[in-house]
């Protein structure tokens, strides 16, 4: 019998946190279907893998990539790094279903310029994601502000009773059409005046679809356990499990925090299906917000729409070339974008290494300078933190990023290494692996990736991206349980 691929000798993690072992993998089509010492059977082609690792593909749970998947569907930035899905429409911003007039609501301008928005329903956005054929597979959420922007004509203030019933309408029928859950970013002042009651009802609607909520909590910052309460509240109310969105201790007065916020993560889990998401970084980086604007660390602008030969420079340089207080030069600025250095390692480290944390990269792919993260987050993960500071085993960084994943989204026959899974894998060399995108050269492709395989299809090897593109919209196929993940624990 004969196999459309065969890797062979490979040192294998199969995504569940198990050891590794050595064995041959064979796939037929888009599937696994032999796992073992297969000898030396028949392939159209055949990867002598001996000495390198195979993973499942990586899931990169937490992504604002919802219009490149279709504007450049080669998806370089990811696929480099060995993800092979990637979850779009987190912290609240979609690109579906949303039909703008005039301008793109912060932060949805992260993911585009208005006339990349340009899918009124789900189901328009999942057609153009066929059409695109990208490198990776894509699940989506549906953005809360989104759905607000669809439906309030100001953000600053609680939606009303009709506009809440026309938001859960819009989400009802996303979620029919495939869409994995809704997303969160309560933070941002375009959702911060939603009251909880607001949220209660729409997460009520991901709950009764059997969809996940994630969010991006009111306050990272020194109001962060009352905002993780909120968070699980909302969740426990519309019984849809939670995903807190890149969980963090904000700000100088912040950290030292994380054990306290851990231990509310892993309280709350003990009654309720709680994660939460994690990028191996101590900056955050989004749309420039006033509210973050201090003198106690370090921001730096990546773009500005009025003055762009400011970007690429610390907002303390510029505010000094200006004559002006760091928050008027931050006003001058808007919009734009920053990265804050807002966490301290030990916290992050914390969380990164936590059984109940996923590996999820937030990488901003419109931004001209974009934070690291974007291509290298995995890497960094596998390379720097467990292989070099031994801070958790591969088998368990490989676990946060592919099988704990899928079993959070609901992503079926992905995430493992198993006969009858979809064939979406990565082979490295663990020794060569390494992120290279750093703060002042981001734009830097991950070195030690030797193979990336979508549905059966070899989509990278060695440093380039090959056709065909055979990433998928991966459709929510599954009923979530809000039930704990680790009952008793
Ligand atoms: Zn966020």
Known sequence: MSHDLLIRRASLIDGSGREPFI????????????????????????????????TPGFIDVHTHDDTNVIRTPQMLPKLSQGVTTVVVGNCGISASPV???????????????????????????????????????????????SLRSQVMDRFDRAASDPEIAAMREQLETALAEGALGMSSGLAYRNAYHAPTAEMNTLVE????????????????????????????????????????????????????????????????????????????????????????????????????????????QPLKTIAEQWGLSLMDAARRL??????????SEADMRQVLAHPLSMVGSDGLPNDPHPHPRLWGAFPRVLAHYSRDLKLLPLTEAVRKMTGLSAANFGLTDRGEIRVGAFADLVLFDLDALEDTATYTTPIAQASGI?????????????GKASEPRAGRLLRRQVRLSARPSRPGS
């Open 23 to 54: 064995a041959d993998v064979a796939i037929d089509g888009d599937r696994i279907v032999a796992i073992g010492d297969l000898g030396h059977p028949d392939a159209r082609e055949t990867i002598e893998a001996q000495g390198l690792v195979l």
């Open 99 to 145: 039909r703008l007039s005039g301008e793109v609501p912060d932060p949805m301008n992260l993911l585009g310029r208005a006339e990349d928005f340009r899918y009124p329903t789900f189901a328009a956005y999942a057609e153009a994601i066929e059409q695109a054929q990208p490198s990776v597979n894509v699940a989506a959420l549906i953005g809360h502000t």
């Open 205 to 312: 609607t991901v709950g009764r679809a059997g969809g996940v909520y994630t969010t991006h909590l009111r306050d990272e910052f020194a109001g962060l356990p009352e905002a993780m309460d909120e968070a699980f509240a909302t969740a426990r109310h519309g019984r849809a499990p939670l995903v807190i969105s890149h969980l963090k201790c904000a700000g100088a007065g912040n950290w030292g925090n994380a054990p306290k916020a851990l231990s509310k993560l892993d309280d709350a889990a003990r009654a309720h299906g709680v994660h939460c998401d994690c990028y191996p970084y101590t900056a955050g980086s989004s749309t420039l917000d006033l509210g973050q604007v201090t003198d106690e660390i370090d921001i730096f602008i990546t773009w500005s729409d009025p003055h762009p030969e400011m970007a690429r």
């Open 334 to 343: 808007q919009p734009a974008g920053a990265v804050y250095h807002n966490m």
């Open 450 to 462: 030797e193979l990336v395989i979508v549905n059966g299809v070899i989509g990278y090897r060695q």
